[in-house]
């Protein structure tokens, strides 16, 4: 959730950051979607695999128009991630953008972790919109 082109998909499609997974876990098959408003367009609704068991799917616009557009994902097998999202920074816009997405997987019951690039500011704000909208 929140990826962008300079980051994430570029991680995903131009190192091997990724593919540990495979090497972590020898018997898994993975598949990641990338859902972002910053993802390239030329990469948008495409995939790419870095191996017969991890392949990446890239979804240009929020994670309610992902979900609006793809199949039901399972909630057994399923975690959405957000990688520094800033919904806690201030910035009213960026708060109201994750918002709507933040409720949808809340109420369809998936599993939704949240990293933070530093344990001040982004995380005490996170916490605080968490603690206080959700």
Known sequence: MG??????????CYTNYFGELTNFYPNTKFTVHFAGLELSTSRNN???????????HFHKGTVQAFLDKDPILP?????FIGYNPGFGSGYDLLLNSWCVDIGTLLNLGYPVVFTQANDYSDLR???????EIF
């Open 3 to 12: 990826a962008t082109g300079k980051a994430e998909e570029r991680i995903f």
């Open 125 to 131: 704000g996170e916490l605080r919109v968490i603690d």
């Open 46 to 56: 495409s995939t790419y695999s870095i191996n017969p068991r991890l392949t990446g």
């Open 75 to 79: 909630l057994d097998s399923t975690i």
